[in-house]
């Protein structure tokens, strides 16, 4: 009999643990828009600049979260971040900023970049959402042949 009780205790106990964690679930998900240049005229004196979005929500839990946008997949670096021509080896410089004069570099905070704070809005505890606009920017002056240029950023949010 004292062998019952004590697997009923540990499945009990068991079951408890796992509801209470289960109310404990922290999380966050993101969704982006892409950003698209379009076409990009070597010929031009004028930067190709594009914007995006990217939205967070958030459990009512979440009190802080911090976005940060990886270097570029072809350059390996924040500044500058290169796309690649489709087929070929040639590069596009560009780069993907925070600020809508497209000054500050959307990063991790290293290498003179920045990355994004985010706070869970005033008022009693509910699920949030953030929309954040970004801008892209591909400097004018640069010779390279026809073709699709692309390249691989990750964004990361932390909580």
Do not use: E, H
């Amino acid at each position: 009999m004292g062998k019952v009780k004590f697997i009923l205790f540990f499945i009990l106990t068991v079951f408890f643990l796992i509801w209470k964690v289960g109310i404990a679930i922290s999380a966050c998900t993101i969704n982006t828009s892409s950003i698209r240049f379009g076409n990009y005229d070597s010929f031009s004196s004028t930067s190709s600049d594009t914007a995006g979005t990217v939205t967070i929500n958030c459990t009512s839990d979440v009190l802080k979260a911090n976005l940060t946008l990886s270097q570029s997949s072809t350059s390996g670096s924040f500044n500058p971040r290169q796309m690649k021509r489709s087929g070929g080896a040639d590069l596009l410089n560009y780069n993907i900023y925070t600020d809508v004069a497209r000054t500050i570099i959307f990063g991790n905070g290293a290498g003179g970049t920045t990355d994004i704070g985010l706070k869970r809005p005033t008022g009693p505890p509910a699920p949030w959402s953030q929309m954040i606009d970004i801008y892209g920017r591909i400097p004018p002056g640069q010779d390279i042949p026809v073709g699709s240029y692309s390249d691989t950023l990750t964004i990361t949010i932390d909580w």
